[in-house]
């Protein structure tokens, strides 16, 4: 007796044999084949359909209802494993969002301080200084005698230092550079010396225990005071802008004489007085003067027949001018949220 085609065991067979054949299609067209195959418009469940007239009539509701049954099965097992394929393919359609930004490679940037010692510098290659460097671990004799003070003397105490042995310390300022420099070179010297000092200060909002310094040095026959302060002027227009101004303050400093503090008029409010210049209009740049003879006669030079000018600055300071940066630790901390602001 041959097989009845719409009965409920063949409908039976036929769910079983779709079931397995849609958990074991590999890919999404796969399972479209096999949907086709069972539940398309001419499959094999619309077939049995087709035929439920050759079923004694009594018979035919259950054949129905089984029928629609098997359909709705096979429709789950396909969404199923549909979903299954879908995450699996193709990186997974649901998984990429194509609107997200990529991801950037990061990369670093120059220091701001670091930029503006760079800046600073490249102003006064224009005008022929050279830059060098000297040793942070210093003498006595380079940091102090050389430069005119003598150690009991109170100036010393300007400078409060740290030592690493007797008679070696880590030098508090870039001006003992200016002595190796004139020891080794015969005049005319320019010289500019960005480096790192050091001194026994508390690490707070306006100071900071290791610290950058810029120190200047012009020495050749004939250099007065109208040379240096021309050329500070010219480097204060091009740092700062044409509309600054300069100030020279009287000051005192063992190594120079006269001694000058320099101000340049504050960038944000004009000179009027504001928060960053503590009311007074003015910003304080440099301690500078016309090199002391004694110097001149520590380093083996003529003091007869050489003059020159010296100065020192502080890049930090500058750039918390600059970048109105109200505590110098942020430069000092390291963190990239900060830094990354100066790129
Ligand atoms: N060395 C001084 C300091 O650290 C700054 C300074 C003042 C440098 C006057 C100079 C100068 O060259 O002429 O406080």
Redesign the pocket.
């Known amino acids: 007796m041959s097989e009845r085609l719409a009965s409920v065991e063949f409908l039976g067979r036929l769910e079983a044999e779709g079931v397995a054949a849609i958990e074991a299609a590999a890919s999404l067209n796969e399972l479209d084949e096999v949907r086709i195959r069972y539940l398309g418009r001419s499959g094999q469940l619309a077939g049995v359909l087709s035929r439920i007239g050759e079923a004694p009539p009594e018979a035919r509701p259950r054949i129905g209802a089984a029928a629609n049954a098997a359909k709705q099965r096979l429709q789950e097992a396909h969404d199923a494993r549909q979903a299954a394929l879908e995450r699996s393919e193709g990186g997974g359609r649901e998984v990429a969002d194509l609107t997200l930004p990529g991801r950037r490679v990061w990369s670093g940037g120059v220091h701001p301080i670091t930029r503006v010692i760079d800046e600073i510098c490249e102003i006064f290659r224009e005008l022929g200084f050279s830059k060098v460097r000297g040793p942070e671990a210093e003498t006595e004799w380079y940091n102090f005698q050389a430069l005119n003070i003598p150690l009991e003397h109170p100036a010393a105490d300007m400078w409060d230092t740290f030592y690493l042995a007797d008679g070696i310390l880590l030098r508090s300022?870039t001006?003992p550079v200016q002595a190796r420099i004139m020891e080794t070179h015969e005049p005319p010297v320019r010289v500019v010396v960005p480096g790192l000092c050091y001194r026994r200060d508390p690490f707070d909002p306006t100071h900071a225990p290791a610290f950058e310094?810029i120190?200047g040095l012009a020495v050749d026959e004939g250099i007065d005071f109208v040379e240096f302060r021309s050329t500070i002027d010219h480097f204060v227009h091009r740092f700062f802008g044409r509309q600054t101004r300069t100030r020279f303050r009287p000051a005192y400093?063992p190594?120079?004489e006269p001694?000058a503090e320099v101000d340049v008029s504050c960038h944000m409010c004009g000179g009027a007085g504001c928060s960053t210049c503590k009311g007074t209009g003015w910003i304080e740049i440099m301690?500078?003067?016309m090199v002391h003879p004694a110097v001149f006669e520590a380093v083996g030079y003529d003091p007869e027949r050489y003059t020159g000018y010296?100065?020192?600055m502080g890049p930090a300071r500058i750039a918390m001018a600059r970048y109105r940066i109200p505590d110098i630790r942020l430069f000092y901390e390291g963190d990239v949220r900060f830094l990354e602001q100066f790129r």
């Open positions: 300022h001006s310094q120190e400093f190594f120079t001694s301690g500078s003067g010296a100065f020192g």
